[in-house]
């Protein structure tokens, strides 16, 4: 993001917050201001957050090198980009919620057998009746309005789908009967859960998130696709490359075009309807089938990211051995 705003100060020309500003580097892709969201205020350099990512840039432009918690054969053309035109190197040694799954498999991690939360027993039987569950969240740091909660509530019923729908604080504002009308087929968790799990169950086929770095790429680690709807930050970057660039997920438009505009509930069911139901989200399971196949390849031996973190390791010790000598 920082990259993208320092080499085309032409977005700050933009009229409109809506008009498409081509990006050089890369021609297919048009930006506005708007997928850099209201925190980046292109009137006002003096934001806190713009004093924060410009540390984070210089904090960068000082360090030997960055690893990336991502894999070469999601984004290559990007990894080339960076390491062709930009400094330090970086090394792509992800996705990370994988590599989690090793250091269990090897012992690293306790064994103790874990009672099961509800939750997955709910899913466990939705599997074993062959029916499919959207699973629904928005992070833990986003807030969500009592108005817009009450919209999610009535596209998510009238979507007709299975859900399971991950609420901070869930309580407030669920009174009204919404989980007695959708008993069966839609439950409300309001604890912590673990998204990679509930992600890589069989049983899951859609996703309604925030678009966090890590919920797109536990996303795609579990063949899972996405319906977009960021909230802040990158998160509008993010949801761009999961609709546009590697075409798993669609994305939710709000009623204004902006980060924090409303949305109703007549967009949430259609996006619902068609990841969950038709052939375009046929289509877009393909498609993140395969990205998570070449994630696993990625992490195991001899696969990019397995490479990349030898290459890394190698290069460090070189380094080391120079200084010493």
């Known amino acids: 993001m920082p990259t993208v705003i320092a080499q085309n100060p032409s977005l700050f020309d933009a009229k409109s917050e809506t008009d498409q500003v081509a990006v050089p580097e890369f021609p297919w892709m048009t930006v506005t201001r708007l997928d850099f969201g209201e925190s980046f205020s292109f009137n006002d350099i003096n934001k806190p957050l713009v004093d924060w990512v410009m540390e984070q840039v210089i904090a960068t432009t000082k360090s030997y090198g960055l690893v990336t918690n991502s894999f070469y054969e999601l984004e290559p053309v990007y990894a080339d980009y960076w390491n062709a035109n930009s400094a330090p190197k970086s090394w792509s040694v992800g996705p990370f919620c994988l590599t989690e799954e090793i250091v269990e498999q090897n012992g690293f991690l306790s064994t103790e057998e874990k009672v099961k939360p509800w939750w997955m ?71 912590w859960v673990n998204q990679r799990e509930i992600l890589e169950h069989e049983s899951v086929k859609g996703f309604v998130s925030h678009c966090g770095w890590n919920s797109v790429l536990e996303s795609v680690c579990g063949g899972v696709p996405m319906v977009a709807w960021p909230l802040m930050a990158e998160q509008p970057l993010n949801a761009k490359f999961v609709v546009e660039e590697v075409g798993i997920g669609v994305r939710v438009e709000t009623c204004n075009g902006r980060l924090d505009g409303f949305v109703g509930w007549e967009v949430l069911e259609k996006r619902v309807r068609e990841v969950m139901e038709g052939e375009k989200g046929k289509e877009m399971r393909r498609k993140v089938e395969e990205l998570r196949e070449a994630a696993v390849a990625a992490v195991e031996e001899g696969g990019s990211s397995w490479r990349s973190m030898n290459e890394m390791i190698e290069e460090l010790q070189g380094k080391q051995v120079n200084q010493l000598a």
């Open 121 to 191: 027993v709910w899913l466990d039987e939705k599997l074993r009746v062959g029916s499919w569950v959207l699973y629904v969240a928005f992070g833990s740091q986003a807030e969500i309005s009592v108005e817009q909660m009450e919209e999610i509530k009535i596209g998510l019923e009238r979507s007709d789908a299975n859900f399971l729908w991950v609420v901070r604080g869930k309580k407030g504002g669920f009174g009204d009967g919404f989980e007695e009308r959708v008993k069966g087929r839609g439950v409300v968790v309001g604890e």
